[in-house]
């Protein structure tokens, strides 16, 4: 690829095209094995997320409640942020091609921030609910209703986005002469910044601390706010504290799945190896193992799937028996009493 000299920075000067990721394996073998992975993450990604979506809004009584509420939110996330890097990744694994236009990497960097960013605030906000549910009981319906649930996840979907701009800015102001290759199989801000045909130091700080300090801060307090929650349970879990302990456990399994990772990556220094594997954790096999912890561990889910099931199961005998009864009509005895 041809490259140009470039100038001091400034906006949209770049002699960069496209990046090239050098992340993936290069035998033929390793991707196709590869591709069945990520494939079935990628499905368990999308169906398991889409079904706690359906089967929430489809019981009322799970919808009314700020958690399950919240939940189809996180689930959505899920969804949306699976599908920045993955589709792409499938189709790099089949292709044996790994180039990416340099829009195309702006986007993915935009959207991967956003979509997590706002993920984190939302599992800080579904900790809160939690708080106030179990250590504020007779407040928690009136503090936590609909209006100001709603306001909350507008104020989390504005924090992502912020965090995710503040992290585009700096990058899109950066000269690109080459080289062009990252380390990895998506573009992040901390390697595309390396990138730059300029000092980038402090921006290089800056954009690890961004996103450092982000889970730094939502992973303490998460742990400092089910802490409390744990306190508050200590002598009632044989009462309806048990109900409470789960659902909290299962919390603390998703948080844990998904901050630790971040962790590695953005705060603790680690070789570029590393960081792929761990990147390939959060970005594929996270977003699919939400939905498993919630259901596996929620009664409430499984009941509602049942029932959704059911629902299902006697909607296809009713059809089967309005066949029949308009097949033969003159077999009364025949027709089964729908």
């Known amino acids: 690829m041809q490259t140009v000299a470039c100038p001091a920075a400034s906006m949209n000067t770049s002699g960069v095209t496209e990046f090239i990721f050098v992340g993936l394996p290069h035998s033929r073998l ?7 992975v990520v494939l079935a993450c990628y499905v368990v990604v999308l169906f398991g997320n889409l079904l706690i979506v359906v089967t929430v809004y489809s019981e009322p009584c799970l919808l009314q409640s700020p958690m399950y509420f919240f939940l189809t939110h996180l689930s959505i996330l899920d969804i949306a942020f699976g599908s920045v890097a993955v589709p792409r990744l499938l189709g790099d694994l089949v292709k044996h091609s ?7 990497c702006m986007s993915q960097l935009f959207f991967f921030h956003f979509f997590g960013g706002s993920e984190m605030l939302i599992l800080v906000l579904m900790a809160y609910d939690r708080y106030m549910a179990i250590c504020y009981p007779l407040m928690y319906m009136t503090s936590m209703n609909r209006p100001r649930c709603t306001k909350l996840l507008i104020l989390c979907w504005i924090g992502g986005f ?11 102001w950066f000269p690109f002469c080459g080289p062009n290759e990252l380390d990895n199989f998506f573009c992040d801000a901390q390697q595309v910044v390396n990138l730059a045909c300029t000092d980038t130091y402090i921006t290089e700080i800056l954009v690890a601390a961004n996103s450092g300090l982000l889970c730094l801060v939502c992973f303490t307090i998460l742990l400092v706010s089910y802490g409390v929650i744990l306190a508050t349970l200590r002598g009632h879990f044989r009462e309806s504290g048990r109900k409470a302990l789960s659902t909290c456990s299962s919390h603390l399994v998703v948080v844990t799945l998904l901050f630790l990772p971040c962790l590695f990556v953005y705060v603790l220094p680690f070789s570029s190896s590393v960081q792929k594997v761990v990147s390939v954790f959060y970005t594929v096999i996270t977003p699919g193992l939400n939905p498993i912890i919630y259901t596996l561990r929620n009664q409430e889910m499984k009941e509602a799937m049942g029932r959704i ?10 059809v089967n028996q309005h066949k029949i009864r308009v097949i033969s009509p003159k077999n009364p005895i025949l027709i089964p009493v729908p």
């Open 98 to 104: 790994s180039a990416i236009s340099f829009g195309g």
């Open 162 to 172: 912020i965090h995710s701009i503040s992290q585009m800015i700096p990058i899109l």
């Open 309 to 318: 099931r059911n629902k299902s199961i006697f909607s296809h005998c009713c």
């Open 30 to 36: 390793i991707h196709l094995l590869l591709f069945a």
